[in-house]
């Protein structure tokens, strides 16, 4: 059994930072991709910044040039760090990942959220 529990969440007010951190705990042999995706009120969920194994991230263009997706593999934990928030920022930030058990089969976990509410 996997969990993983998000952390970081808050108010802010606009302009100000947030660090979210997802914890990945439980039968973990290996983590392929570790995600942050938001759903903000009356809106889908959305992907806002991946990283692979090797570090490689993407951004949504929203994301881009305010936030940083980073891992700690040691540690089973990926962070996303908020910069100059707006308040379209607002929404449920969700942690996701694929990991990988000991068979080598690969399943796709989620967070339960964290509130991000960014004031003008």
């Known amino acids: 059994q996997v969990h993983l529990v998000e952390s970081g969440g808050g108010l802010v007010q606009a302009g100000g930072s947030l660090r979210l951190s997802c914890v990945a705990s439980?039968?973990?042999?290996?983590?392929?991709?570790m995600a942050w995706h938001r759903q903000a009120p009356g809106n889908q969920r959305e992907l806002v910044a991946q990283?692979?194994?090797?570090?490689?991230?993407d951004y949504a263009d929203s994301a881009k040039g305010r936030f940083t997706i980073s891992r700690d593999n040691a540690k089973n934990t990926v962070y996303l760090q908020m910069n100059s928030l707006k308040p379209d920022d607002t929404g449920v930030y969700y942690c996701?990942?694929?990991?990988?058990?000991?068979?080598?089969?690969?399943?796709?976990?989620w967070g339960q959220g964290t509130q991000v509410t960014v004031s003008s």
């Open positions: 990283v692979d194994s090797g570090g490689g991230a």
């Open positions: 996701n990942a694929l990991i990988r058990d000991w068979t080598s089969r690969v399943r796709d976990y």
């Open positions: 439980g039968t973990v042999f290996s983590i392929d991709l």
